[in-house]
């Protein structure tokens, strides 16, 4: 534990100096932009040019103006690792709670690593490859769900806090067509789906503060600022602009989803989906590319705003 209070009050100490306080803001629903701006927006995102055979789903909400935007944002899709920045706010909610503590340790087990019997996890992640018996703190496991994203970490956290209790916490959060169903690799009926707007609906949340300790928050964000995919939202910000941010990759889903932080003005919540059309699969270089275009013109047009 005592490693985590060195890195929350370091976090806290870097977060003050780079952006000053960070207000308590209200996760209910915001007024759409106006008129003009959205179809600034639109302009902005007409003039990208998206893989063959794909949609282009974006959701915004701008903290400054308490407005949102949303572009094909309540599309049904699969939401892939972009879906474990809930697990980390239900899960540090129950820390603020007391119902949980980031110092607790789970002992890997051999079973830890299949998502149902004979049903290995793969993807992204190091826990596949750790030996059975050894310890992290829970911790540990959040910063890896977060900061690699560790699949058979993710499995841990759906286990611990349960299907039926992430899906009650999902309406709270204001989240509105997001059903979380399987486990990863899981081999039952279903999948979980979600929203563009749902997942943008989890940055607000977040950034609330309404649910986390003000240690949780800082931890969430610095988790964030440490995920290694840099490659979409997070690879052309502009000057002293920060990207807090997770992906997500599917064969037919490329995803980002981020809490952008500017120098001079409050931050953007920014989540963006490039799906294959009917399950087409979607090339990952030419997703990220995309992404990335796309995200750095958004944030251009919010920092001269």
Do not use: C
């Amino acid at each position: 534990m005592r490693k985590y209070r060195i890195m929350l009050l370091l976090s806290f100490w870097l977060l003050l100096l780079e952006f000053g306080d960070f207000p308590v803001l209200p996760t209910k629903s915001a007024a759409e932009m106006s008129s003009a701006q959205q179809k600034e927006i639109q302009a902005i995102i007409q003039g990208v040019t998206l893989p063959p055979n794909t949609t282009l789903l974006v959701s915004i909400h701008d903290f400054e103006t308490e407005k949102n935007f949303s572009y094909n944002g309540t599309q049904r899709l699969h939401p892939a690792s972009v879906i474990k920045t809930f697990y980390m706010l239900a899960y540090l909610e129950e820390v603020k709670k007391g119902t949980r503590n980031l110092s607790d340790v789970h002992i890997l087990t051999n079973n830890d690593k299949y998502g149902s019997p004979g049903s290995r996890i793969g993807g992204s992640g190091r826990l596949q490859q750790a030996k059975p018996g050894t310890s992290y703190t829970w911790g540990e496991l959040l910063e890896l769900m977060i900061s690699i994203s560790d699949n058979v970490a993710t499995n841990l956290f759906i286990a611990d806090l349960g299907k039926e209790h992430l899906n009650q916490q999902a309406k709270r959060y204001g989240l509105l067509d997001t059903n979380i169903v399987r486990k990863i690799y899981q081999r039952i009926p279903g999948n979980t789906h979600s929203t563009a707007n749902d997942m943008n609906q989890v940055l607000i949340a977040l950034y609330s503060q309404e649910f986390t300790a003000d240690e949780g928050y800082l931890l969430a964000i610095e988790l964030m600022k440490k995920s290694t995919n840099k490659s979409r939202i997070g690879k052309y910000p502009p000057a002293d602009t920060i990207v807090a941010n997770k992906a997500g990759t599917l064969s037919s889903v490329v995803g980002d989803s981020a809490l952008v932080f500017f120098p001079n003005r409050k931050p953007i919540a920014l989540t963006i989906f490039v799906v294959g059309n009917d399950g087409a699969g979607v090339s990952r270089s030419a997703g990220d590319e995309t992404t990335a275009k796309l995200a750095k013109e958004i944030m251009r047009y919010f920092i001269d705003k």
